[in-house]
């Protein structure tokens, strides 16, 4: 293993940098990916409005035992394999190098496409905030951009000061978003009191929303709509493993991180839910979501409880908290696409897309390319695509202004989503062949067997939902071409990631030995 890593290594110039981080920095980025402040005000109404309606927190503790399952299995993995790779890391060990390259190209595709999906949500989220608070409308395409470039420049650094950044805004994010759950709770919930029979009892989560509900005008939902959209606020927690080439004791720090982010996340991510619901009352809340202004369930609350002022802080910090997540999914991309390019047997490959910046220690080629495939994504967007929504006589009405919200974020989303789901199902079922089949460790029964197990049942039902219900949950873009395409290109990544590994097992052995093999060495190498 260590002559392996060491031939590696050798071909780039510089690797990451070992002891940049600790555990609080990791934890920041990997909450910070799922941006709590985004995750609720984005996904709440949509959970609510067409999916299982006031049962949408009971929709995100679900999601948390469920994800709880999958990590046992993930920290268990990471307590003996330490690579920025992570599930391509694991996945090659676990079942070998053809399915763990497959799921490398996959996760890295995933990743790739979330940073465009959040650029997407923090331009449309500048554009409505400067709209409504200065009076002034800037195009949502210059938000874009000016993000693409300012995330390229930071990611071209050292790798603590996106942590500090991350941090900050996290902070904020979370102390408002308890500010509005906590004023709630003061005024003794809303018009219906707390609600919490309809809201956080598990069962809730598999109750669709009944067209009319509460005597609203509300069409029937879908509850697979509200657990994916729970499932989808979460993605970014198991980015805690890419970081552990520059974490300072990896085989510590990476398992206590992601575990104190999957549980954080959820306990945050219920609570939050069921109070904002409960100080609308059920007939605002559905209201209020399947409306033409569905952020309005948030806004209107913080609004009545916080004040105008705050209402301004929070749509600031809503655009800061999409800017953080596009970050930290760029540190997360970029990252993917460092682990394979320094496989790859090519020198210039490897001295180029494999190589860290020789002061920094950061990705920062990968980085770039990163950044402008963002852009590409971004600009196809913005010339190809345009979203119809109905005028008061149901006649389509082009709005371009939700292009951003609708078909980057929206879109983007449903396809990185199922992407890291199956990568997920996966790596599951490798940890399971790693610890029983292959037996490299011992494993504990339950979390390297039974909870795997679980965990990849449950990460394969979510995607047969979301596939049962993708036109619903495509809403105004189900006739985009992005999205009928989407099941394709997934296969077509994957199937070329298989094909590329089945290539390289019969023309270059030696390299295709070498495939997510490219680890660190024990945790005491970093103190």
Known sequence: MA????????????????????????????????????????????????????????????????????????????????????????????????????????????????????????????????????????????????????????????????????????????????????????????????????????????????????????????????????????????????????????????????????????????????MVLAGNGAKTSVEASISS????????????????????????????????CALAFHNAASRYLFALGREIPAAKVKSTLGAAHPKHGSPYIASAVQSVITMVIVLLFFVFTAVQVPDANGLPVDTPTLVPYTNIYGLLALIGTAAILLVQAICSIAVIWFFWVRKTHRGNIITTLICPLIGAVAMGYVVWLLWDNRAFAAGYAANSLVFKSAPYLIAAVFGVGIAYALWLRFSRPDTYAEIGRTVMEDSHERN
């Open 3 to 274: 002559t392996e890593s060491a031939a590696v290594e050798s071909a780039a110039p510089a690797g990451l940098k070992k002891g940049a981080i600790g555990m609080v920095a990791v934890i920041f980025m990997a909450v910070a990916n799922a941006a709590p402040i985004t995750a609720m005000t984005g996904n709440v109404p949509i959970a609510v409005g067409f999916g299982n309606g006031l049962g949408a927190p009971a929709g995100f503790l679900f999601a948390t035992i469920a994800l709880t399952l999958f990590a046992l299995g993930y920290v268990a993995m990471a307590r003996h394999i330490t690579t920025t790779g992570a599930f391509y890391g694991f996945i090659s060990h676990g079942l070998g190098q053809v399915w763990g390259m497959a799921s490398g190209f996959l996760a890295t595709f995933a990743y790739v496409v979330f940073e465009g999906s959040l650029i997407g949500g923090c331009a449309y989220f500048a554009n409505d905030a400067v709209n409504t608070i200065v009076g002034v409308n800037i195009p949502w395409l210059v938000f874009a951009i000016a993000a693409i470039v300012v995330i390229g420049v930071l990611c071209h650094f050292h790798i603590s000061l996106t942590a500090a950044i991350l941090g900050v805004t996290l902070v904020s994010e979370v102390l408002i978003l308890l500010a509005l759950a906590f004023t709630v709770i003061a005024k003794g919930g809303g018009p219906d009191g707390f609600m919490l029979d309809q809201t956080v009892l598990l069962n809730n989560a598999f109750e669709s929303l009944p067209a009319g509900a509460f005597g609203t005008a509300a069409a029937a939902g879908s509850m697979a709509v509200g657990l994916f959209f729970a499932f989808w606020s979460w993605v970014g927690f198991e980015t805690t493993a890419v970081y552990g080439e520059e974490s300072r004791n990896p085989k510590k720090i990476i398992p206590r991180a992601t575990l104190i982010a999957v549980i954080g996340l959820g306990l945050f991510y219920t609570f939050i839910s069921a």
């Open 293 to 324: 202004s569905p952020l309005d369930l948030f806004f209107n609350l913080v609004d009545a409880n916080l004040g105008g002022f705050l209402l301004d802080v929070y749509k600031i910090l809503l655009v800061i908290g999409s800017f953080a």
